[in-house]
Structures are given as structure tokens and as C-alpha cells.
């Protein structure tokens, strides 16, 4: 396995994330299976950990622009975190490796790319055109959902799927979230949904590492790559035809799903 493609495959991510905003999870994680022969179990594992120090980043930059939305990130983990360490005992117990979980792992992430390209293509098609400000009063009541049980339970949901595919914090997660809190601006929306993205795919990366299930080696060849992609992919991101982009996207993250599903 060349290093230098391992590279420059976390520098595409990377620049592609910088430019949509799309996870890196629906797109990295079906890179490592089908271009480098990662056994699933191992390709999610380093992948969530992947995620994790890429978006903690990114939290770190929208935090210092008072971006974050803290309720909303505290709503959604408070389903998420519980739901990720049930998802990881169950794999504690059955074994990662196991030919039933390699096959719910592959089927799953299959699923969620097409719920992901479809939210995506939906997004790019019909996608509103949210405030980009608020007032602090209309800001606060922006971030009261609809219903208390409704973030949580849609974060039990994408936590479970985030632990055992990598995927599902990205495009699924702003759509989630444009549905939950339609009055909340867009910088928001994607702030909050990157922030919340950080204690998930940390506890569901380290309960991967504890089970054996993260390429080490592989994980820092990723993040050398990405890290400036990312980098450029935020500076470049005013340049580009979003619309355009992330039909493409779309279709190739269906693509890949159809392929998983067949796999």
C-alpha cells in the first residue's frame, strides 16, 4: 500500500470536505474498502478517529467565531453518546472481525451512503435560503426544538449508525437538524453539526481502538493528507458551484452504497 496515495487520498477528502461540508466518513470510508482492501471492521474504526481530529478543528475555528450553537450540540449528544456505547458493547461482545458484523457493517454503510446522497441531492435541488444572523432573542427560541424527545432520539439514531459505519454525521445530520430547527441560520446549522460530530466520533473511534479496530499507521498517513486538504478546501469553498459539486457527490456516493449493498 503506497504512502503517498494514502496521502493524497486524505488530501481529497479533505479538500472535499473543505469545499461541501460533506463528512468525511461517506467518503473516506468506502476509499479504504474498495481502492486499499481495508477489511470494513478496520476501514470504520480508523476512519471515526479520522473524523474525530479533522472536525475538532474545524469546532475549534466556528467556537472562536461564537458560531456553535451549544444547546443543540448538548441535545443531540445526549442521544448520540448513549446510543454510540450501545452500539460498541454489542460489538464488544459479538466481535468486530465476525463474519455477521462484517456483513451488517457493509450492508449498513451501504444504506447510509444512499440516505446520505439522497439528502445531499435534495439539499443541492430544493435547498432553502436560510438567514445567515439572528438576534440573540431570536436565536434562542432558533434553538428550542420542536419537541425535547425529537433531537434526542434522532441522535440515538445517527449515533448507532455513526458507530458502526462511520457514517451519518454529515449530510444526514444537517438535513436532521434543518428539520429540527428550521429557523436556525445555516452557519449554524453546519456548526453545530460538525461540533456535535467530535464527542461521537471520538468515544466511537476509541471504543473501535479498545476492540483492536483502528490502523494506526494508516490513520496518521490519512490525517498528514488532510489536514491541509482541509486547509484549502475552506478557502476555496466561495469559488466553487456548490450545487454542482454536490449533485456529483451524490451520485457517487450512491454508486458506491448500490456496490456495498451488493458486496
Known amino acids: 500500500m503506497p504512502d503517498v496515495a494514502i496521502i493524497l487520498a486524505g488530501f481529497a477528502v479533505g479538500l472535499i470536505v473543505g469545499l461541501t461540508g460533506v463528512g468525511?466518513?461517506?467518503?473516506?470510508?468506502?476509499?479504504?474498502?474498495?481502492?486499499?482492501?481495508?477489511?470494513?471492521?478496520?476501514?470504520?474504526?480508523?476512519?471515526?478517529?479520522?473524523?474525530?481530529?479533522?472536525?475538532?478543528g474545524g469546532t475549534l475555528?466556528?467556537?472562536?467565531?461564537?458560531l456553535v450553537p451549544w444547546r443543540v450540540v448538548g441535545q443531540l449528544c445526549a442521544g448520540?453518546?448513549?446510543?454510540?456505547?450501545?452500539?460498541?458493547?454489542?460489538?464488544?461482545?459479538v466481535g468486530p472481525a465476525s463474519a455477521q458484523v462484517q456483513s451488517v457493517m457493509t450492508h449498513t454503510l451501504g444504506v447510509a451512503l444512499l440516505l446520505t446522497a439522497a439528502?445531499?441531492?435534495?439539499?443541492?435541488?430544493?435547498g432553502k435560503v436560510l438567514p445567515r444572523t439572528l438576534d440573540q432573542r431570536d436565536l434562542s427560541s432558533a434553538?428550542?426544538?420542536?419537541?425535547?424527545?425529537?433531537?434526542?432520539?434522532?441522535?440515538?439514531?445517527?449515533?448507532?449508525?455513526?458507530?458502526?459505519?462511520?457514517?451519518?454525521?454529515?449530510?444526514?445530520?444537517?438535513?436532521?437538524?434543518?428539520?429540527?430547527?428550521?429557523?436556525?441560520?445555516?452557519?449554524?446549522?453546519?456548526?453545530?453539526d460538525i461540533a456535535y460530530a467530535v464527542p461521537l466520533t471520538l468515544v466511537a473511534g476509541l471504543?473501535?481502538?479498545s476492540l483492536g479496530s483502528v490502523d494506526w499507521p494508516l490513520l496518521g498517513l490519512l490525517l498528514t493528507g488532510s489536514l491541509p486538504g482541509i486547509w484549502i478546501g475552506t478557502r476555496l469553498m466561495r469559488h466553487t458551484p456548490e450545487r454542482l459539486v454536490r449533485s456529483l457527490l451524490s451520485l457517487l456516493l450512491?454508486?458506491?452504497?448500490?456496490?456495498?449493498?451488493?458486496?
Open 119 to 126: 439528502a445531499m441531492l435534495y439539499k443541492a435541488a430544493r
Open 254 to 263: 450512491a454508486y458506491a452504497g448500490t456496490k456495498l449493498i451488493a458486496f
Open 143 to 192: 434553538t428550542r426544538a420542536r419537541h425535547w424527545s425529537l433531537p434526542v432520539l434522532f441522535g440515538a439514531v445517527i449515533g448507532t449508525l455513526v458507530t458502526l459505519t462511520s457514517v451519518g454525521a454529515g449530510a444526514i445530520g444537517v438535513s436532521v437538524l434543518l428539520l429540527l430547527y428550521p429557523l436556525l441560520p445555516l452557519p449554524r446549522i453546519v456548526a453545530a
Open 61 to 66: 475555528s466556528l467556537a472562536r467565531q461564537r
Open 80 to 93: 448520540s453518546l448513549p446510543a454510540s456505547g450501545l452500539a460498541l458493547a454489542m460489538l464488544h461482545h
Open 207 to 209: 471504543g473501535h481502538a
Open 24 to 56: 468525511g466518513g461517506s467518503l473516506m470510508t468506502p476509499v479504504l474498502i474498495f481502492f486499499f482492501g481495508i477489511k470494513p471492521y478496520m476501514a470504520v474504526g480508523t476512519d471515526l478517529l479520522f473524523a474525530a481530529v479533522t472536525k475538532a
